[in-house]
Every structure is written in C-alpha cells, then in structure tokens.
C-alpha cells in the first residue's frame, strides 16, 4: 500500500526565514487535501530559515526540512531535494512567492493526465508576464533563453524557468547524467534526460518578491555558461578543468604586469620581480577560483587562508613539475615551444587535480 505522499514540492531556500510561513500557508490553501509535502532544501543559511522550517515541520508532517552544510548551489539543492523523497510527482517552486502557487493542483493534474512528462510554469508562453524586471535583466533573460536553444527545444518558451512539476521517472531518467550547476535545473534535465520530453506550459506572471532579496548575481551567468559547456563537452573535458585553465591563463596577464612593476617601476632584480609576480599570480588565481570554479565549495574567513597556504605550495610543486617536464622535452631536442606547452599541460593537471583536492576537497572543513 502507498502512504507516502503522492506529490513532493522542492523549495531550494537561502535566507529566505520571512517567506517560509507564508508560502507554507499558500500551499496548504492551493492543494487543499490532496497528498502532498514540501520538502525545503536550505543551505545552512545565516538567517535560520532552516530553524525556521523545523519549527513547521514539528507540528505538520507535510513540512520536511534539508539542510547542508558547506555547500551553495540552487540546482543541487533542487536535486538533493528530489532525491531525498519518494513522491510520484516532484515540483520546484521558490520560496520568496515570484512563481504562481496557485498552478500547482493544474500541473498535477496534468501530469495525472498520462501524456506529459514535465509541466513548466512560463513567463514567457502567451499569458505569462516577466513582470517587474528591469531592462537589464530582461535582456539578460531573452539571451540565457536563445543560448539555451542547443540544448532544450525552440517550443519551450522558458527554458530559464525555475518553476516546474515533472513524473518521478524523469529524475530517475537523468539523476546520474545531471550537471547540477549553478540556477538553471530546468535546462539541465531537459539536456540530461536521453530521449526528448512530452512537455505542456502553463503561464503565468512572475510576481514580485516578497521578502529578502535575490541571489542572482554576475556570476550565474558564468554558471550558466559553465552548465552550457558541460552538456557539450564535459564527456571529454571535465568542465571545473577548462575553468581552473581559463583562470590559470589570465593569471599570466598578472603575472607579467607585477614583473613590469617591480623590474621598471621600483628597479629591482629579476629573481625579486618573478618572485613577486609568482606569489601574485598564484593569490590572484587562487581568489578567482574560489569565486568562479569552485563557487558551490567558496572557503571564506580562516579557511580562505588556509585554502590559499594549500594553493600555493601545490601550485610551486606543479612549478616545479613544469620545469622538469619541460626541460626532459628540451633535452630530447623537441625545441623551446614544444617543450613550454609540454610543462604548462603537466603543471595544469597537477595543479588542478591537486588543489581540488587539498585546497576544495569536501573533507577540509
Ligand atoms: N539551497 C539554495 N542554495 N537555495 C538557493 C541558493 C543556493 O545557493 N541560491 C538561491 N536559492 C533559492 C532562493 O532562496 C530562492 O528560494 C530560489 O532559490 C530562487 O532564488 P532567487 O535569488 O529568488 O532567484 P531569482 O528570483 O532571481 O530567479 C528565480 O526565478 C527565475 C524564474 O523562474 C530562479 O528560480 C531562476 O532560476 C529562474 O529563472
Ligand atoms: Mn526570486
């Protein structure tokens, strides 16, 4: 016999205590008796929302409460969420009220339906409204949404939505094959699922926000872009190695602009000025994958120091990995250029390999 509830709605929370009562309430007025839970998915954030969802969990059962610790992430919220009920039908809502609730009972209805395997709340589908959004934001949106068209089909109107219900069988379709990068769940199971899904849209208008504030920022758009190389090539190329090599090969630029610095500018000796350029190089690249490659691990506070104490020493032993592998290549008369790149893959490898790690290693916290 089935006692479980029969649908599981996810809600990813960060800092988000003031809106848990109330999108508690609206769920419980939308799906009226029907078998349901909501399961918030909070990554231990500094305001106690997740205290906040215990205090309702300890008086209705339908209230279930994931907390992680150590770890960001709005995609792998959604997913650990998911995966850790057992419903028939799962949903992802916000939990700041900007998606329509009041779709909930029609999307379970149409999934009950038997034809479709996902429903996707829409701003975007005749109907559906993008609503206060400035300019900026608009255009950003429409961008993500063209982009996205590799790898979701042109019908999905909003392929960005984070506002959708979908059959059990499709995470159990694509739970091993999903990115769980960055916001964009949605673009992440269509792309991951192996054959395309029977989708229907629903639209509706993307409200306000109601308490707190967004976590969008500058960097989902590298997230999303790092989500995008993922589905393309990251089978062959894991996708946190081109970032760690994008960021590596800016950090040549600082390189060289502390080593000008420090030879012209205050007329010291070459041995100094590579010192300083190194030790720079390696900070700057340190602080920058921290914030981009390795977002959902950021070290902050005292582990920000001793994550950069671990970078740097892994990082002069791939130097050093770099110069006797260039130099064997030198000596077997393959010529400066091919030797360079040579130790350049090796140090890369090293470095990468190594600093995931010691320095972002799940065990150091
Ligand atoms: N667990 C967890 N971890 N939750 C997060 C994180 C995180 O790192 N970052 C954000 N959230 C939660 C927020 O608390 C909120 O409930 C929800 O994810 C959406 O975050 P917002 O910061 O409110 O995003 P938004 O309003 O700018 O954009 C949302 O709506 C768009 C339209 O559907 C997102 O869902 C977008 O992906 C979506 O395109
Ligand atoms: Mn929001």
Redesign the pocket.
């Known amino acids: 016999m089935r006692c479980g509830p029969e649908l599981s709605i996810i ?6 205590r003031e ?1 848990i009562a109330e999108l508690i309430g609206r769920l419980v007025v939308s799906l009226g008796d029907r078998s349901w839970e909501v399961v918030f ?3 231990d ?1 500094p305001d106690g ?1 997740a205290d906040v969802v215990r205090e309702h969990a300890a008086v209705d059962s339908r209230v279930r409460c994931v907390q ?1 610790i150590g ?4 995609s ?3 997913i650990e969420g998911m995966l850790a009920t057992t419903a028939r039908y799962l949903a992802v809502i ?3 009220l ?2 329509d609730e009041r779709l909930l009972p029609q999307m379970l209805d149409a999934l009950k339906e038997g034809e479709t395997d996902i429903v996707i ?1 829409s ?1 975007y589908a005749p109907g559906g409204d993008i609503g206060d959004w400035n300019a900026r934001r608009a255009r950003m ?1 429409r961008l993500a949404v063209r982009l996205s068209r590799v790898l979701v089909p042109a019908e999905v109107t ?1 392929p ?4 959708f219900m979908m059959r059990r069988s499709v995470l159990e379709g694509s739970a091993h094959r999903l990115s769980a990068i960055g ?4 673009t992440d199971v269509f792309a991951s699922f192996p054959r395309p899904l029977r989708f229907k849209e629903l639209p509706y208008r ?1 409200r306000v ?1 109601r308490a ?5 920022d500058s960097v ?1 758009a590298w997230d999303y872009l790092m989500l995008l190389l993922d589905k393309l090539i990251g089978r062959w190329i894991p996708v946190r190695f081109l970032a760690f090599s994008i960021v590596g090969a800016t950090g040549v630029a600082v390189h060289f602009a502390v080593l000008t610095l420090v030879l012209q500018g205050l007329h010291r000796s070459f041995v100094a000025g590579q010192a300083a350029a190194l030790l720079c190089a390696m900070t700057f690249n340190y602080a920058v994958n921290n914030v981009l490659t390795y977002r ?1 691990r950021r070290l902050t506070g005292i582990r920000w120091v001793r994550g950069w104490a671990s970078f740097v020493l892994a990082c002069s032993i791939g130097g050093i990995a770099n110069l006797g592998v260039s130099s064997t290549i030198y000596d077997f008369g393959r010529g400066w250029f091919p030797a360079a790149i040579g130790g350049i893959l090796v140090g890369a490898v090293w470095n990468y390999a190594v600093t995931m790690m010691l320095t972002w290693g799940r065990g150091r916290r």
Request: aromatic content about 8%.
């Open positions: 809600v990813p929370t960060f800092n988000e809106n998915v909070d990554d954030s929302t992680r770890r960001r992430g709005l792998s919220a959604c916000d939990a700041d900007q998606h709340g701003r949106s909003d960005m939505s984070g506002f916001f964009k769940i949605l993307f926000r707190g504030e967004s976590k969008l989902t959902d």
